[in-house]
């Protein structure tokens, strides 16, 4: 004989999930949550719960799952009862890699500089702040020939980002006292013939997620506000050594998601009126605005990609294990990825160059060369599109841009192969997002601090901390094992091809290369309305091939100039 499930009778079910605490929510894994809140396990919770999973138990079996599950909560409470730290990763470790795959060998070499852009400005303005928006590649040649000093360049970039930042709200925390200091030490060594190379001087900002001793490190989120850390981030300490002069922490989207920060929404400087998006909101914001020669953000599911775009900024994700972590907040510990958003390409291959390797410490990080030459030539690369992408009537205000990038892109003397996203259900694999974020922030949602939190709808972060308590651990391993499928699929893709271009926004793209940790990198590809807004290309790589992917962005941008025009902040 069989027991009804009590799905028979609502009101019984109901009580039973009110009773542990968790309302009428209906999602797998109940079982365990009323387990780990302290409820009562018995036979019509099993019941409930399988069904929810989509299992059948027979009688038999739940009284040995009964049996055997009396011990659960206290072994939940034991494993509970160790403080996690957020910097402390699981033992598993991700790696994007398929099958018979290694990471390539070699030795980096410092990138060669465009021809075009390695001229000097003739002259320096009057006023410093006419040189604000020039790209890293001008402002290092100023520096470095001692017609600027990092000192005054500092200054004026401090004094228009507090200026800008009452419209944009894009700064967390200035760093001046730290900035100003580090610009003196640039200057002193630049004028006694020690350059460090292309960042030496360069003001930038952080995002609010990587740690710098001295200064609060938020997260975006009030519940973190007052946070700080005794050690700088490792990517702190390598721009630090290359002469980078750090001058603000950026927000971010709270937690890393969004514009809204506790402080506020981020504003995108093309439009005031609309946000900037996120999660790496300021540095797309103050990039943009001419507020930092370049920025440091992050991505999970778009946190560079999506800001970049909306900004009409450049942005490179690189490839998941590029570049190490340490000292930033850990989100989902299998595709967080670090990375520059600059003004140009060529920036962002300067910057990547200062970032990438491995620190001994962030285990998923790989020691694999770069070597970017701007003038390599582009008949060595095969360059591939995705035709369904271009093609598509969905993406009808955008069709003309995307038209005029593939003939843009054969002007170039190249010719796009056709192919396709790998069909895998990307979507149904974002339970790896919930599932290792709804980790990372465990004690936050148990301790109810999650409430503090600024936004709190469906959508938000305290909601999917919830959620992802109800996740199963069989289905997060088994979606896993889907995503070594998805991996090996686009490995295959990349055997015809070395660097994609699509539509940034085309459907799947984004979340599929998140999850199998290919490098991207976003340009602005026009103007709607007098914006960039949307309106970008992104150019995707093979696994570590960040030089192939930068060096068709490069010839892209350089022919169409899209990334010369910026916001007039009226």
């Known amino acids: 004989m069989t027991v009804a499930s009590p799905l028979s009778d609502r009101r019984a079910f109901l009580g039973y999930f009110a009773g542990i605490g968790l309302g009428s929510t209906l999602f797998p894994g109940v079982l365990w949550a009323g387990v780990a809140n302290g409820g009562e396990v018995n036979d019509a919770a099993i019941v409930a719960a399988a069904e929810i999973a989509g299992l ?11 049996s055997a599950m009396k011990a659960q909560p206290q072994t939940l409470a034991t494993l509970r009862a160790v403080p996690l730290d957020n910097a402390v990763a699981p033992a598993i470790v991700f790696n994007p890699l398929p099958l018979n795959t290694e990471v390539p060998k070699g030795q980096s070499k410092a990138p060669v500089r465009s021809k075009i852009t390695l001229r000097e400005k003739k002259t320096v303005p009057a006023n410093l702040e006419e040189l604000c928006y020039e790209p890293v590649t001008v402002l290092s040649e100023l520096l470095r020939t001692k017609k600027i000093t990092s000192t005054a360049l500092t200054k004026m970039y401090l004094a228009r980002l507090r200026r800008l930042d009452e419209k944009l709200r894009c700064v967390v925390t200035f760093t001046e006292d730290r900035a100003l200091r580090q610009a003196a030490e640039a200057d002193s060594e630049i004028a006694r013939g020690k350059y460090r190379g292309a960042l030496h001087g360069i003001p930038w900002g952080a995002k609010d997620l990587f740690a710098v001793k001295g200064y609060p490190t938020t997260w975006g989120s009030a519940p973190f506000k007052e946070q700080q850390f005794n050690e700088d981030a490792v990517i702190v300490q390598r721009l630090d050594a290359a002469g980078a002069v750090l001058i603000a922490k950026l927000t971010l989207g709270e937690l890393a998601q969004g514009d809204v920060w506790f402080g506020g ?10 946000g900037s998006s996120g999660s790496s909101a300021g540095p797309g914001s103050a990039t943009a605005a001419g507020c930092v020669g370049f920025a440091i953000g992050t991505e999970t599911l778009g946190s560079i990609s999506s800001p970049s775009s909306t900004n009409g900024v450049t942005g490179l994700r690189p490839t998941f294990g590029r570049v190490p972590r340490t000292g930033a907040m850990a989100l989902v510990w299998s595709m967080d990825k670090i990375g520059p958003m600059t003004r140009s390409v060529e920036d962002a291959a300067l910057v990547f160059d200062a970032l990438h390797g491995p620190d001994g410490r962030d285990l998923s990080c790989h ?20 035709k369904s992408a271009f093609d598509s009537t969905t993406r009808h205000p955008l069709k003309e841009f995307d038209d005029a990038a593939l003939e843009a892109i054969r002007k170039l003397g190249v010719s796009p192969i056709p192919v396709e996203i790998p069909d895998a259900p990307y979507n149904a694999m974002q339970l790896i997002l919930e599932a290792e974020a709804g980790a990372a922030f465990d004690e936050l949602t148990r301790s109810g601090r999650v409430k503090e939190m600024t936004q709190q709808g469906p959508g938000a972060w305290p909601n999917t901390f919830r959620k992802a308590h109800l996740i199963p651990a069989v289905d997060y391993i088994n979606a896993n094992r889907v995503r070594a499928i998805a991996i090996a699929k686009w490995a295959e893709l990349f055997k ?7 539509p940034t926004g085309a459907a799947g793209q984004l979340t599929a290369t998140n999850l199998t940790g290919h490098p991207a990198c976003i340009i602005p590809n026009g103007f709607r309305d007098g914006t960039p807004i949307n309106v970008s290309l992104t150019f995707l790589g093979s696994l570590f091939g960040e030089a192939n992917l930068l060096r068709v962005a490069h010839a892209y941008q350089q022919a169409t100039g899209f990334h010369l025009r910026h916001p007039a902040l009226v």
């Open 56 to 66: 059948t138990f027979s009688d038999d079996e739940r009284k040995q799952m009964l």
């Open 265 to 274: 929404r981020t504003n995108n400087p093309w439009k005031l009126d609309s």
């Open 367 to 386: 020691a694999a060369p770069f070597s970017w030459d701007a003038n390599a030539p582009l008949s060595k690369i095969r360059v591939g599109y995705f």
């Open 496 to 502: 015809s091809v070395d660097v994609i271009v699509t």
